[in-house]
């Protein structure tokens, strides 16, 4: 009976909780209306010297912003020219490996081949 009681209000303090938190964690909704920013039914906006430009950013700012992203996507492309470079480097290295492998596999036939050869001619020798 007491276990019931404590695993009964475990479960009505946990969905309580379940249930309240969206609630609190709502801060970051629209307007009132849904469609406009949060702060916009307060009025005008003062201190903005144009429609797009916010106080404290000005135009050289964004014309550094702006280069520094022409002059971000310009490295992620050399590095992209890299990474190609170093595949196909890699993909000689393995051709030449495999190469490799397979003049030894010929080599090591040519052996094997070779020992049969005198196997053959030592049993021939025994027989004659």
Do not use: C, Y
């Not at 276990?3 to 946990?14: A, E, V």
């Not at 406009?36 to 003062?46: C, L, S, V, Y």
């Not at 397979?102 to 005198?118: A, F, G, H, P, V």
């Amino acid at each position: 009976m007491h276990n019931q009681i404590i695993k009964l209000s475990i479960i009505i303090l946990s969905s309580i909780f379940l249930l309240s938190s969206p609630a609190l964690a709502g801060g970051k909704a629209k307007g009132k209306n849904k469609t406009q920013p949060p702060g916009w039914e307060q009025g005008e906006k003062t201190g903005w010297e144009g429609e797009d430009t916010p106080p404290g950013l000005t135009e050289e700012k964004l014309e550094k912003k702006q280069k520094a992203g022409v002059k971000g996507e310009e490295t992620k492309a050399g590095m992209q020219k890299q990474s190609k470079k170093t595949k196909q480097e890699a993909e000689e290295e393995k051709a030449e490996q495999e190469a490799e492998i397979e003049k030894q596999k010929k080599e090591r036939e040519t052996e094997i081949n070779q020992e049969k050869e005198k196997i053959k001619s030592n049993t021939k020798k025994k027989e004659g």
